[in-house]
Nanobody, 123 residues
Framework: QVQLVESGGGLVQAGGSLRLSCVAS???????????MGWYRQAPGKQRELVAV???????NYADSVKGRFTISRDNAKNTVYLQMNSLKPEDTAVYYC??????????????WGQGTQVTVSS
């Protein structure tokens, strides 16, 4: 089992920066046991979308809308994944959710989610 706790959201003006943190815990909460972790976001009236992903091997991927502005990283010692958000735009306003994916020996996929943290970018 994995528990995820996000923090770091808040209100910032356009062009500013925020860093989101996601701490994993629980029996399977070690980053070494998690196949992939990512950040999703959901804005009012819009579908939830993938923002950034980091795989267990370190490979990363980003949505086109955030490339060059956001960076996903991890600290294995702290069991934490970060999302550094720079040059924020009002369009980035959303609830951001941390996601962890674990595959068992039979290939069954389980997704775990944090409670979400609000990011609001004012213009």
């Amino acid at each position: 089992q994995v528990q995820l706790v996000e923090s770091g959201g808040g209100l910032v003006q356009a062009g500013g920066s925020l860093r989101l943190s996601c701490v994993a815990s629980g029996r399977s909460g070690s980053i070494f046991s998690i196949n992939g972790m990512g950040w999703y976001r959901q804005a009012p009236g819009k579908q939830r979308e993938l923002v950034a992903v980091i795989m267990r091997g370190g490979r990363t991927n980003y949505a086109d809308s955030v490339k060059g502005r956001f960076t996903i990283s991890r600290d294995n010692a702290k069991n934490t994944v970060y999302l550094q958000m720079n040059s924020l735009k009002p369009e980035d306003t959303a609830v951001y959710y941390c996601n962890a994916v674990i595959y068992d020996s039979g290939g069954f996929r389980t997704d775990y989610w944090g409670q979400g943290t609000q990011v609001t970018v004012s213009s």
